[in-house]
């Protein structure tokens, strides 16, 4: 199993920008993906998650950031962030859990997931 995190660079306050979570090794239907970012001196905390037509976010990012997977690549998952803020930059991963969806109550939690792929930095800066 690998997920592949991509799309982290330099964005300017209020733009926006793509990440791309690729997915090998699991059949993606019986998986759900999560979104974290970890700030440096921060925790790692959720920013997104779907599973099928479920699809949960942090308060941060919501109404900004959308979670979808790619229709044409059913392996990769997206995440488009909008209106972008400087409390945004941090390393970006992707999470795999095998299994049942999440709810509310625990799709932020990290202890959920099986498989992480490594960050992607971003970056805002004007």
């Known amino acids: 199993v690998q997920l592949q995190a991509s799309g982290g660079g330099l964005v300017q306050p209020g733009g926006s920008l793509r990440l791309s979570c690729a997915t090998s090794?699991?059949?993606?239907?019986?998986?759900?993906i999560g979104w974290f970012r970890q700030a440096p001196g921060k925790e790692r905390e959720g920013v997104a998650y779907?599973?099928?037509?479920?699809?949960?976010y942090a308060n941060s990012a919501k109404g900004r950031f959308t979670i979808t997977r790619d229709n044409a690549k059913r392996t990769v998952y997206l995440l488009q962030m909008n209106s972008v803020k400087p409390d945004d930059a941090a390393v970006y991963y992707c999470?795999?859990?095998?299994?049942?969806?999440?709810?509310?109550?625990?799709?932020?939690?990290?202890?959920?997931?099986?498989?992480w792929g490594q960050g992607t930095l971003v970056t805002v800066s004007s």
């Open positions: 090794g699991f059949t993606s239907d019986y998986y759900t």
């Open positions: 779907i599973g099928g037509s479920t699809k949960f």
């Open positions: 999470a795999a859990r095998r299994g049942n969806r999440l709810i509310a109550s625990s799709w932020q939690q990290q202890d959920q997931y099986d498989f």
